[in-house]
């Protein structure tokens, strides 16, 4: 009988049942310890690399049909290098759409910028250094003029923007008495487009695109200016009462888009070794493109650099494909006009919203 159970008997018993505890708990705290088994989320990294596929399945079809151009390695070093600019260009757009303003100007910023860079080199005997820095320079002032109307008056960005960037073609037309301005010191041709690197034979603009898309990915992602400037685009009035100064941010944000607009003038004056007056107008539109459905992949529902990035030369390597298919020159302005209404579209699905009535 257990009540006549000995004292050696009931202590082994009590020893049996402490293992069988510890034993439990060890085996709870193994459970615990060990990562969660989850099944592969197909329609996150669906969502996220769609357009990273899409692309490798643009390229696949198009080399099935002209495997001679489209495989040949020269065909996309060219395309990288020649397309840096309109990375750039997307990457200055993207930082004040993040903070919810639009910015219709950076086009012009980037023409009066290559302009500057021609006039001052050509006409007026500047050093090529002193030149590209002024023309910087200005696309910061611009950017700061911007917010000031933006900020000071209370003018949505669209029409502000729209205003400076038709006063800048102007600006533009006057300095170059409407004609192109060619002589541009080869520098900056050997700079951009005509130094290639010994690893990929792709030009250094390439280069140029790659650092600043990884710096611009590093400042949202992993600093507070980033969370910030993100925080800013998600809800003013919330970013505002939890202390964000919402007006610096955005004003932040307009001048680093004029800056890096001018950035990209300087490049596209490097390709062509001088400036041509209207030229540069043409960037708009592929620019708002790429930003768009950038922001669909990558981090999807938020403009991110790394997406913008994929963005340009997924359509680049569209455009080259069609060409390669034998399109007109017009396929382009549909390419890129039928890109931005489907990136916004995806863009707003994305976000879970009602299209506008």
Do not use: C, K
């Amino acid at each position: 009988m257990r009540g006549q159970e000995g004292p050696e008997a009931a202590e082994r018993r009590w020893e049996a049942r402490l293992a069988e505890l510890e034993a439990r708990v060890r085996a709870f705290e193994a459970a615990m310890a060990a990562p969660p088994r989850r099944s592969v989320d197909w329609a996150g990294l669906a969502e996220r690399y769609g357009l990273v596929i899409a692309w490798i399945g643009l390229i696949a079809v198009i080399a099935m049909i002209r495997p001679e151009q489209m495989l040949r390695w020269n065909s996309y070093s060219s395309m990288f290098g020649s397309n840096a600019m309109i990375v750039v260009l997307t990457l200055g757009l993207m930082i004040p759409l993040t903070t919810g303003d639009y910015d219709l100007s950076v086009a012009s910023v980037m023409g009066l910028s290559s302009m500057l860079v021609a006039v001052l080199t050509v006409r007026m005997g500047w050093s090529l250094p002193g030149a590209v820095v002024f023309a910087i320079l200005a696309g910061a002032a611009i950017g700061a003029v911007n917010a000031f109307f933006i900020l000071w008056f209370g003018i949505h960005s669209l029409i502000v923007t729209l205003g400076t960037g038709y006063f800048l073609n102007g600006v533009i037309l006057w300095i170059s008495n409407s004609n192109t301005i060619t002589g541009v010191p080869i520098a900056l041709g050997r700079a951009v487009i005509m130094t290639r690197d010994p690893f990929l034979g792709v030009p250094l603009s390439f280069w140029y695109a790659v650092l600043l898309t990884l710096v611009i990915w590093y400042l949202f992602e992993h600093t507070a200016l980033g969370r910030r400037l993100l925080f800013t685009g998600r809800g003013r009035e919330v970013a505002r009462l939890s202390g964000v100064n919402v007006n610096r941010m955005r004003a932040g944000a307009l001048i680093a888009s004029g800056s890096i607009a001018a950035l990209a003038g300087v490049l596209y004056t490097g390709m062509r070794l001088g400036a041509d007056p209207t030229s540069a107008l043409g960037f708009l539109l592929p620019a708002f493109a790429a930003a768009f459905l950038g922001s669909t992949t990558i981090y999807p529902g938020r403009f991110n650099a790394i997406g913008a990035f994929v963005a340009v030369y997924f359509l680049s390597t569209g455009i080259m494909g069609l060409t390669f298919l034998g399109a007109d020159s017009f396929v382009q302005n549909l390419f890129y006009g039928g890109g931005l209404v489907v990136a916004v579209s995806i863009s707003q699905l994305i976000r879970g919203r009602r299209p506008m009535g």
